[in-house]
């Protein structure tokens, strides 16, 4: 795959013992440092774009704590410098390479809501305050450079508005200079029967950049995608409110495990490596988190950040959108208020693709087990499925998820 970017591995680190005083091949001992080095001279040097308003730039691609350690490095070495969940680190695993280069890199703490989940759970001042400390503390990171709260946003526009908490909280740690920019995630509510006057992301989002306080976002967004997300990204772009799309994988990895869906694939790329084209070059989002288990997956999806869709990538792309609409839940929430039994639909198939394609299968069974109401719940009523606009058969990926998780 020639490539502007693809520079030789000298152009990165000029011998290992340079490499292992700048802090890397120390993180993971299970890959050699020349594999990793030999990872990062194939995807090159990511171009970098400015994030927000704030003018920082970020790689074209962003990484995320839950990374194999080895791309992690991997992802320094290139350039990645925006680190998603970086709370999840700890003293013991934080990358020596981040705290020997602390400024060059932004790293972001992930606030829950509290006393319940996403759904159930409260924003509260004082507890979102003592998490950040505490994770300060606990990772040896300093400071966060990104305040992401509440992770899983808002449920609707009035809760943005009436509560300040998570706001509050920022503040007072700002002040303290233990956080620096305000950002949050944000999923759809609409529909969903465990939080009443629940709205779709779009909404809440076009809410939040009306609303000035925070910087830049991360939402679900992929190929094939509605109207609505892709008319806030090109209004968060055109308002300088960043824009970072996660779950963008919509299946990718079971297209990669499909034989038959391979074979038909055009010569020259892959998947991963068309959708890592397609989201930095052909959207106005500013960056997007794609999971990374391995260097091969790495190498497979980072050397496409920056570069224009080829023929066979576009192509790859619309096999990929017919694809994920038979057989993948986009998360819509469009048939959750027609479910008579009041079946988590969306958050069902959320762990599906958690444990399908992001091999989370032991976390996606954990989340499974703690629904009030499960696949198993599903009466096979038929009311939900002319509301789901890509005619999945609900029932039956609900019972195929239950077999998976339960
Ligand atoms: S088929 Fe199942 S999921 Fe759909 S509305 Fe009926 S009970 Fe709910
Ligand atoms: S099952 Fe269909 S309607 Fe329901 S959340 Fe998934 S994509 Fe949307």
Same mark, same amino acid.
């Given at each position: 795959m020639a490539s502007k970017n693809r520079i030789g591995r000298r152009e990165f680190i000029v011998t290992s013992a340079g490499a292992l005083a700048a802090g =890397?091949?120390?993180?993971?001992?299970? !890959?050699?440092l020349s594999e990793i080095e030999a990872a990062a001279a194939k995807v090159g040097r990511l171009p970098q774009r400015p994030l927000d308003r704030s003018g920082r730039k970020v790689s074209l691609l962003i990484g995320a704590a839950d990374w194999a350690p080895e791309a992690i490095e991997a992802g320094i070495l290139c350039g990645v410098n925006y680190w998603h969940k970086?709370?999840?680190?700890n003293r013991d695993s934080v990358p020596p390479a981040i705290l020997k280069n602390r400024e060059a890199h932004y790293c972001e703490v992930c606030v829950d809501r509290v006393h319940? #989940?996403?759904?159930?759970?409260a924003i509260d001042e004082e507890a979102h305050y003592q998490y950040v400390k505490q994770a300060v503390e606990r990772t040896g =990171?300093?400071?966060?450079?990104?305040m992401l709260c509440p992770h899983f946003g808002y449920h609707n526009t009035a809760e943005l508005k009436d509560n300040r908490g998570a706001i509050r909280a920022f503040e007072r740690l700002k002040k303290e200079g233990l956080v620096r920019h305000p950002c949050l995630s944000q999923h759809n509510y609409n529909? #969903?029967?465990? !939080?009443?006057?629940g709205e779709d992301a779009a909404t809440v989002l076009a809410a939040v950049i009306a609303d000035g306080l925070y910087e830049h976002a991360q939402f679900f967004f992929s190929f094939g995608d509605g109207e609505e997300i892709n008319k806030f990204v090109s209004l968060a772009k055109s308002k300088g409110f960043g824009t970072t799309a996660m779950k963008?994988?919509?299946?990718t990895a079971r297209m990669q495990a499909d034989s038959e869906f391979m074979s038909k694939l055009p010569p020259g790329t892959t998947p991963h490596h068309a959708l890592a084209r397609w989201l930095t070059t +052909?959207?106005?989002?500013s960056t997007a988190v794609i999971r990374i288990n391995n260097l091969d997956q790495f190498v497979d999806t980072y050397s496409g950040a920056g570069k224009p869709l080829r023929a066979a990538d576009a192509r790859a792309i619309e096999m990929m959108t017919a694809y994920a609409n038979r057989? !993948?839940?986009?998360?819509? #929430?469009?048939c959750m208020t027609h479910c008579t039994e009041g079946v988590a639909i969306a958050e069902i198939l959320r762990y599906e693709r958690y444990a399908?394609?992001?091999?989370?299968r032991e976390r996606a069974r954990r989340l499974y087990a703690q =629904?009030?109401?499960?696949?198993? +719940?599903?009466? !096979?009523?038929? +009311?939900?499925?002319?509301?789901c606009p890509q005619g999945l058969n609900i029932p039956a990926k609900l019972a195929s998820t239950h077999r998976l998780l339960s």
């Open positions: =890397l091949g120390t993180a993971c001992g299970r !890959v050699p970086s709370d999840k680190w319940g #989940n996403h759904e159930t759970g =990171l300093r400071y966060f450079d990104d529909g #969903n029967a465990r !939080v009443p006057g963008t994988g919509a299946g +052909s959207t106005d989002l057989e !993948v839940c986009r998360l819509c #929430n469009d399908t394609d992001y091999g989370e =629904l009030d109401k499960r696949g198993d +719940s599903c009466q !096979v009523c038929g +009311s939900c499925l002319p509301h």
